[in-house]
């Protein structure tokens, strides 16, 4: 019931096992053609157990505990994720191997991914961190706090976020928050059907990230989806804030 999950899974190997994923579950390819037991925020109970699974994987911040409840009263396990920081999402990479027969697959993923945090935090040691502004969408100005996934790879990567702490994960900027933090670079998620993110921050020239050329594109998954592609996502920051090409490629997560 979650696409970072779905995603892990395929990456584990596991892709001929996934019975059932949700709508919004895209990512390897071959996991649009499983069947969709509902959206991410609302399955079906009755599509889910069509599915005859052995196991659900379910998330904490989405998943309710009266899905779980009733999962479990069919006498269906449920396993539940919840992973906050890159921390638990190393974490969470091996914890899913073991939960799901392949603990060396899991092992392997999780090293794998704590790698490419040591070698992000290698590249970037010694030199002074760059202010960046994490946008998680344009209209409106929705911006990444510091309690955020996105906020820990920013930071792995030798960067220091604009947005200070805050009630909310995801505040609702203005121009005037933008045009007062000044950062030195503005990284934006861009979702499809969005505007032009070069486009729409040449509306204030004064800032330096628009002077310098420093609005960059990041896929969206590489910062928010905890699993094996935050690898592409730290070394995206580290090329954008410092200008070091640390090599990483989207790993093929194939069935």
């Known amino acids: ?6 995603e892990v899974l395929f990456a584990l190997g596991l892709g001929p096992r996934v019975a059932g994923v949700t709508r919004y579950a895209d990512y390897p390819p071959p996991a649009r053609l499983k069947p969709h037991v509902g959206n991410y925020d609302a399955p079906s ?13 379910a998330g904490a911040d989405v998943d309710s505990p009266t899905l779980v409840e009733r999962l479990s009263a069919l006498h269906i396990p449920v396993y539940v994720v919840y992973p906050q920081t890159l921390d638990d999402t ?73 947005v200070s702490s805050g ?30 993110p070069i486009g729409y921050f040449r509306r204030w020239p004064e800032l330096t990230a628009v002077r310098t050329d420093h609005v960059v594109t990041i896929d969206a998954d590489w910062l928010q989806f905890p699993g094996p592609r935050l690898a592409c996502g730290l070394a995206a920051l580290v090329k954008a804030l410092h200008g070091i090409d640390l090599g990483v490629k989207e790993p093929a997560c194939l069935p």
């Not at 019931?1 to 779905?6: Q, Y």
């Not at 040691?125 to 994490?134: I, K, Q, S, T, Y």
């Not at 505040?171 to 933090?181: D, F, I, K, R």
Request: net charge positive; charged share 15%; hydrophobic share 50%.
């Open 1 to 6: 019931l979650v696409p970072s999950v779905t």
């Open 45 to 57: 109970i009755e599509a889910i157990v069509a599915t005859h699974p052995d196991l659900v994987i």
């Open 90 to 162: 190393i974490a969470m990479l091996a914890r899913l191997g073991k939960v799901t027969g392949v603990p060396a697959a899991g092992a392997r993923l999780s090293a794998s991914l704590r790698r490419s945090v040591d070698r992000a935090e290698a590249a970037v040691a010694g030199r002074p961190p760059v202010r960046v502004l994490l946008c998680e969408m344009l209209r409106p100005l929705v911006v990444a706090g510091p309690k955020t996934l996105a906020n820990a790879l920013l930071h792995v990567a030798g960067g220091q976020n604009v």
């Open 167 to 196: 009630p909310l994960r995801y505040p609702t900027w203005g121009p005037e928050g933008v045009l007062a933090a000044d950062p030195q670079v503005i990284i934006v998620a861009p979702h499809p059907g969005g505007p032009d």
